[in-house]
């Protein structure tokens, strides 16, 4: 069974444009989770998608946004990108459905640098 | 901040040694798991606990809980090369905590050959 996969793995932005990164969970997997990893801050959850719906946002911005389709791909979006948004992405899947999560399959994450 | 807490930052060892991490954490929790992470690459599960359970083991992994202190252990014996890597404990609050882990800081694991 093929794991999570996340693209682009590595990408280079400016001050002030959006980057879109892609996440493909785990078949049948209908949980998706996205984590933030800086030096700085450590790990910190973003959002939680199941079936096409945000169940549980972490404390980001409101430039921080994310969707999932029905095939439970899903995609996060930053826009007006600043310095601090430097950082590897982590895209996680589960295929527990209830709130009390279990283990979490991860990607390898796409590493974002700003400039 | 809201993250865990958890030390040693580093520990450095010999292969054959055994390795003990501890984690603190800081709300009432359902279930508390341990990841590990190999350089910048995407983190791997290695055991969950929930908040009934006091101990669990899953090969050379040792890990214990105590809800009355809020803190948790990971012990790796036996410790070998390929051991080397960040471990990171994640507690699942409880309630409707959809895919929120809260991330301890790390310990960074070096097994010298």
């Known amino acids: 069974k093929a794991g999570v996969t996340q693209t682009p793995r590595y990408l280079i932005k400016t001050r002030g444009q959006q980057v879109t990164l892609s996440c493909s969970p785990i078949s049948g997997h209908r949980s998706v989770s996205w984590y933030q990893q800086t030096p700085g801050q450590g790990l910190q959850f973003l959002f939680e998608y199941f079936s096409e719906t945000q169940r549980n946002k972490g404390n980001f911005p409101g430039r921080f946004s994310g969707r999932q389709f029905s095939n439970s791909r899903s995609e996060m979006n930053v826009s007006t990108l600043e310095l601090g948004d430097s950082a590897l992405y982590l895209c996680?899947?589960?295929?527990?459905?209830?709130?009390?999560?279990?283990?979490?399959?991860f990607g390898e994450g796409s590493r974002l640098t700003v400039l | 901040s809201q993250q865990g807490e958890e030390d040693p930052q580093a520990l450095s060892i010999q292969e054959g040694e055994n390795a003990t991490m501890n984690c603190s954490y800081k709300t009432s929790i359902n279930n508390l798991q341990w990841y590990r992470q190999n350089s910048g690459r995407g983190l791997v599960h290695l055991i969950l606990i929930r908040s009934n359970e006091r101990e669990k083991h899953s090969g050379r992994l040792r890990v214990t809980l105590d809800t009355s202190k809020k803190s948790s252990s990971l012990l790796i014996t036996a410790s070998r090369a390929a051991d080397t890597a960040s471990y990171f404990c994640a507690s699942l609050a409880g309630g409707t905590s959809y895919g929120k882990l809260t991330f301890g800081q790390g310990t960074i694991l070096t097994v010298h050959p």
């Open positions: 996680a899947s589960s295929f527990i459905r209830g709130p009390n999560t279990g283990e979490l399959f």
